[in-house]
T-cell receptor, first 115, second 113 residues
Framework: ETGVTQTPRHLVMGMTNKKSLKCEQH?????MYWYKQSAKKPLELMFV???????ENNSVPSRFSPECPNSSHLFLHLHTLQPEDSALYLC??????????????FGPGTRLLVL | DQQVKQNSPSLSVQEGRISILNCDYT??????FLWYKKYPAEGPTFLIS?????DKNEDGRFTVFLNKSAKHLSLHIVPSQPGDSAVYFC????????????FGQGTRLTINP
C-alpha cells in the first residue's frame, strides 16, 4: 500500500457506542493530522501529532480521543458522540517538523454517521 | 471568522476553455498557499502551491496567481478537461502556528464536454 490509508471507509454508530478510526501513512512522514469535514463547511483541523507527540488540539470535545503509537499510525477513538458529529473524518501526514510550506497528504476519509 | 474564503460554491466551464477559481484570505500573516483537488469518496489531493515571495507558480496546465495586496489568489486551469471536474479547496498557512492549514469551503468545478 502507498500513501495514506484510512479504515473503515464508512461507519454508522449509535450515540452510546465506542468505535475507533484508524489511519496509516506509508510515506515515512513524521507529522500526522486529523481533520473534520462537515457538509458545506471548510475542513477543520482537530489534532496534530509530530513525532508521536500531540502538538495541537483545536478545542475538540473530549468525546474524541486521538492516539499516535508511532509516526506511521494514528487513531481517533470515538465515545458517546452526537448526531452533529456526523461528518467526513480525514487523516493527513506531512514530512517533517512542520514549518510553513509543508504539504500535507490526505487519506480517503471515513464517512461517519451518528444515529 | 473565516480566514480563507471561496465565494463561489460552484463553477461550470466548457471543455478546452480556461477555468478560474478564486480564493480570498484575511490573515496577512499567511505566507504559503495551496490548492487541493477532491474527487467524491477520496481525500483531497495536493495540486499546486505558492509561497508569498512569489506572485505566480505554474505546473503544466495549472497556474496559481497570488496578489498579496488584495489578499487574493486564483487557480487557472487551461485547457480545462473533463477529468478536472472536482471540488477545489484553497488553503493557507503561516509561520506562526505553522502546522495549521486553514481551508476554504471549496468550489465545485464542472467541465462540460
Amino acid at each position: 500500500e502507498t500513501g495514506v490509508t484510512q479504515t473503515p471507509r464508512h461507519l454508522v454508530m449509535g450515540m452510546t457506542n465506542k468505535k475507533s478510526l484508524k489511519c496509516e501513512q506509508h510515506l515515512g512522514h513524521n507529522a500526522m493530522y486529523w481533520y473534520k469535514q462537515s457538509a458545506k463547511k471548510p475542513l477543520e483541523l482537530m489534532f496534530v501529532y509530530n513525532f508521536k507527540e500531540q502538538t495541537e488540539n483545536n478545542s475538540v470535545p473530549s468525546r474524541f480521543s486521538p492516539e499516535c503509537p508511532n509516526s506511521s499510525h494514528l487513531f481517533l477513538h470515538l465515545h458517546t458522540l452526537q448526531p452533529e458529529d456526523s461528518a467526513l473524518y480525514l487523516c493527513a501526514s506531512s514530512q517533517d517538523s512542520p514549518t510553513s510550506g509543508e504539504t500535507q497528504y490526505f487519506g480517503p476519509g471515513t464517512r461517519l454517521l451518528v444515529l | 471568522d473565516q480566514q480563507v474564503k471561496q465565494n463561489s460554491p460552484s463553477l461550470s466551464v466548457q471543455e478546452g476553455r480556461i477555468s478560474i477559481l478564486n480564493c480570498d484570505y484575511t490573515n496577512s500573516m499567511f505566507d504559503y498557499f495551496l490548492w487541493y483537488k477532491k474527487y467524491p469518496a477520496e481525500g483531497p489531493t495536493f495540486l499546486i502551491s505558492i509561497s508569498s515571495i512569489k506572485d505566480k507558480n505554474e505546473d503544466g496546465r495549472f497556474t496559481v496567481f497570488l496578489n498579496k495586496s488584495a489578499k487574493h489568489l486564483s487557480l487557472h486551469i487551461v485547457p480545462s478537461q473533463p477529468g478536472d471536474s472536482a471540488v477545489y479547496f484553497c488553503a493557507a498557512s503561516a509561520v506562526q502556528g505553522a502546522q495549521k492549514l486553514v481551508f476554504g469551503q471549496g468550489t465545485r468545478l464542472t467541465i462540460n464536454p
